[in-house]
């Protein structure tokens, strides 16, 4: 089975600091994303990456950054936390084929 | 761009009651269909897809057809279960390059025993 996890399932910063959420998939998938889910929004694509280093903005990128330096892990930067960032992140990986995403157990993040 | 739309919940039944969930979808081109549940406390489960027309997805007791005349992936089961509660969110992708996903607002079910 396949098998995304990530790092934290809560976790609570301060304003301004920088967090990063980790992401590790164990199926040498090539195509890794985040999310974040809101209520009455449903989840909205962060950034995904189709391969190592190379990365791409999805509808809502802007405050976060994305690093893939190794394939199986995909890290999700908050360079300067805001309130309005309080949210669950939900990391997803796919391979070619089938044309499904996994997705790993979410992180609920609270900035303060 | 593409976008789908759920039926608005919460949807509260009673144990063995008939479910549906409506989805409707906006697409250029012709995309794959998923149903995802999220069971409480837990990440997104695939539940069950369909990638082209007149298809229908199946899995543990659910349905949906897709139905490109109406632009629509309605799930349907046809007794449900305590066990059933959760939040399903209705989903596509298109087809080429990453095959990113949309998906709609989510609908959080209650089943009553």
């Known amino acids: 089975d396949v098998k995304v996890t990530q790092s934290s399932r809560y976790l609570v910063k301060r304003t301004g600091e920088k967090v990063f959420l980790e992401c590790v998939q164990d199926?040498?998938?090539?195509?890794m994303f985040w999310y974040r889910q809101d209520p009455g929004l449903g989840l909205r694509l962060i950034y995904f990456?189709?391969?190592?280093?190379?990365?791409e903005k999805g509808d809502i990128p802007e405050g976060y950054s994305v690093s893939r330096e190794k394939k199986e892990r995909f890290s999700l930067i908050l360079e300067s936390a805001s309130t309005n960032q309080t949210s669950m992140y939900l990391c997803?990986?796919?391979?070619?084929?089938?044309?499904?995403?996994?997705f790993g157990p979410g992180t609920r993040l609270t900035v303060l | 761009g593409d976008s789908v739309t759920q039926m608005e919940g919460p949807v509260t039944l009673s144990e063995e009651a008939f479910l549906t969930i409506n989805c409707t979808y906006t697409?250029?081109?012709?995309?794959?269909l998923f149903w995802y549940v999220q069971y409480p406390g837990e990440g997104l489960q695939l539940l069950l897809k369909?990638?082209?027309?007149?298809d229908k997805g199946s899995n543990k007791g659910f349905e949906a057809t897709y139905r490109k005349e109406t632009t629509s992936f309605h799930l349907e089961k046809g007794s449900v279960q305590v066990s059933d509660s959760a939040v399903y969110f209705c989903?596509?992708?298109?087809?080429?390059?990453?095959?990113?996903?949309?998906f709609g607002q989510g609908t959080r079910l209650t089943i009553n025993p």
């Open positions: 997803a990986s796919r391979g070619q084929v089938p044309d499904t995403q996994y």
């Open positions: 199926m040498d998938h090539e195509n």
């Open positions: 990456s189709y391969d190592v280093k190379m990365k």
């Open positions: 697409a250029t081109g012709y995309p794959s």
């Open positions: 369909a990638t082209k027309a007149d």
């Open positions: 989903a596509l992708s298109d087809v080429q390059g990453a095959q990113k996903l949309v």
